[in-house]
């Protein structure tokens, strides 16, 4: 099995398993507690937890906070719906759904095009009034670099805050600045079922889930296991990011090698080097999927594919319904090896000059 899915998911860092296993404790043992119990093992699970925060806080900018969520979803859920105010909000025309669906359900939205290459361009004019722009820091499906810093700063020119889905930059780029960023534990190695929204200092949010409000804005008891996993996978990817930079860039480089005959699907330049999201003509993709079970990709974003509907982010790029459905999406990352590329394009070649 190899697996070319890491925009999807990323496995579990053995540090960060590591790191998870003393606060899954059963009867008899510690671990299990409460972090928010006032007692004594309460406040070691509790003391665990702010460790995760500050290693997660020390990959993003200084002067906010981190909330932990239960996803990336949450996260973002929060930041939009929470954000005061009655404006439209505007979100680049390539965001996940997490984004897209989000601005649709509040009312008010529109979108902001990206060019061919898959970038937005932060000279479009906002409509006056918005409250919330969102524009990703790098594409789940094309892996396009946004340039957020310029987004950001018209965003604060026109009085509007900006969220930044920064989900598949987080622990491999270094952060983009922004007023909110979402961030989520299992594309960096570490556990699924855990996120984290940042919130720049004096901006307010409503709460969007009543209870306990144990994150000040956000319910929900913490798992202190999940914490610790995402806190240690954070550290790792912070210690690593050069390394796996260019350990990623290597498989970049041969991948292009043994994809020649393909078209590359957004900026090959402003680019996260773990996505190559390549498109044949005529490419039946799922009998491709179906003749290569030992390789583990996707025909297009993992919430979008299933649905049969083409990607709305190739469709913002330009292609046709036709070329988007004859695109795949291979992702790699700290634990692929050169000879698993090599083998996977084997397979994935031969298959498809034989459709
Ligand atoms: N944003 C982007 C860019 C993503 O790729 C994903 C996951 O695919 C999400 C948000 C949602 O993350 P989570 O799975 O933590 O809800």
Not at 220 to 226: D, E, N, R, W, Y
Request: glycine letters at 10%; a neutral charge; aromatic letters at 6%.
């Amino acid at each position: 099995m190899i697996y070319l899915d890491y925009q999807a998911t990323t496995p579990l860092a053995p540090e960060a398993r590591e790191a998870m296993l003393p606060w899954l404790g059963g009867p008899g043992e510690a671990g299990f507690c409460n972090p928010h119990s006032p007692h004594r093992l309460g406040r070691s699970a509790k003391a665990a937890v702010e460790h995760a925060r500050d290693q997660v806080a020390a990959l993003l900018p200084d002067g906010g906070r981190v909330i932990f969520t239960g996803s990336a979803c949450e996260a973002i859920n929060l930041a939009m719906r929470g954000v005061p105010g009655e404006g439209p909000v505007a979100h680049s025309a390539i965001e996940h759904p997490a984004v897209r669906d989000t601005a649709r359900a509040l009312g008010a939205c529109y979108e902001l095009p990206v060019n061919a290459e898959g970038l937005t361009d932060p000279a479009m004019p906002l409509a006056p009034g918005t409250r919330l722009v969102a524009v990703m820091q790098v594409n789940n499906e094309i892996g396009t670099i946004q340039p957020s810093a310029r987004s950001h700063a018209a965003a604060r020119g026109a009085g509007a805050l900006f969220l930044s889905d920064a989900v598949q930059a987080f622990g491999k780029l270094p952060v983009a600045e922004a007023d909110l960023i979402a961030v989520s534990a299992h594309k960096l190695y570490g556990p699924k079922g855990i996120g984290a929204l940042w919130v720049r200092d004096g901006v307010q949010l409503a709460p969007q889930i009543t209870g306990g409000l144990q994150e000040g804005i956000r319910s929900g008891t913490l798992s202190p296991a999940l914490c610790a996993g995402f806190g240690a996978a954070a550290q790792l990817a912070r210690e690593r990011m050069a390394a796996d930079a260019a350990h990623v860039q290597t498989l970049w480089h041969r991948a292009r090698e043994l994809f020649a005959g393909w078209q590359v699907n957004g900026s090959a330049s402003e680019r996260w080097q773990g996505n190559l999201n390549l498109r044949r003509d005529g490419l039946d993709v799922a009998r491709l999927m179906s003749d290569c079970r030992q390789v583990m990709f996707s025909a297009g974003s993992a919430c979008a594919s299933g649905s049969g509907a083409p990607s709305h982010v190739l469709r913002a790029i330009g292609l046709s319904d036709r070329q988007a459905k004859n695109s795949i999406r291979l992702g790699f990352g700290r634990y692929t090896t050169v000879e698993e590329i090599e083998e996977a394009a084997a397979m994935i070649n031969a298959a498809a000059d034989a459709q």
